[in-house]
Nanobody, 114 residues
Framework: VQLVESGGGLVQAGGSLRLSCAASGIIFRFTAMAWYRQAPGKQRDLVATITSGGDINYADSVKGRFTISRDNAKNTVYLQMNSLKPEDTAVYYC?????????WGQGTQVTVSS
């Protein structure tokens, strides 16, 4: 299993970023996927999930600002992040909702300046 995240960067508060995660080595279309994030000195938290059928859930902290989506033809999951806040600063990772333990990638750094 390989998961490769991209799309992070430095953005001012109120700005937007779109993260992508390309997956390989799994039957993507049958796999519930998720975005996670880990801020410095904190545990990794679940941000958003999307099932194979398209059911979606978000952490309360990102509801109304973030949108998760998937393209099964491209084996890719996305996270559109709008109205970013400094507290969204973290390394963002994708993985399955039931994470593949050995598949955590490098993540992509998102830094939001105030």
């Amino acid at each position: 299993v390989q998961l490769v995240e991209s799309g992070g960067g430095l953005v001012q508060a109120g700005g937007s970023l779109r993260l992508s995660c390309a997956a390989s080595g799994i039957i993507f279309r049958f796999t519930a996927m998720a975005w996670y994030r880990q801020a410095p000195g904190k545990q990794r938290d679940l941000v958003a999930t999307i099932t194979s059928g398209g059911d979606i859930n978000y952490a309360d902290s990102v509801k109304g600002r973030f949108t998760i989506s998937r393209d099964n033809a491209k084996n890719t999951v996305y996270l559109q992040m709008n109205s970013l806040k400094p507290e969204d600063t973290a390394v963002y990772y994708c993985n399955a909702v039931r994470p593949f333990v050995d598949a955590w990638g490098q993540g992509t750094q998102v830094t939001v300046s105030s």
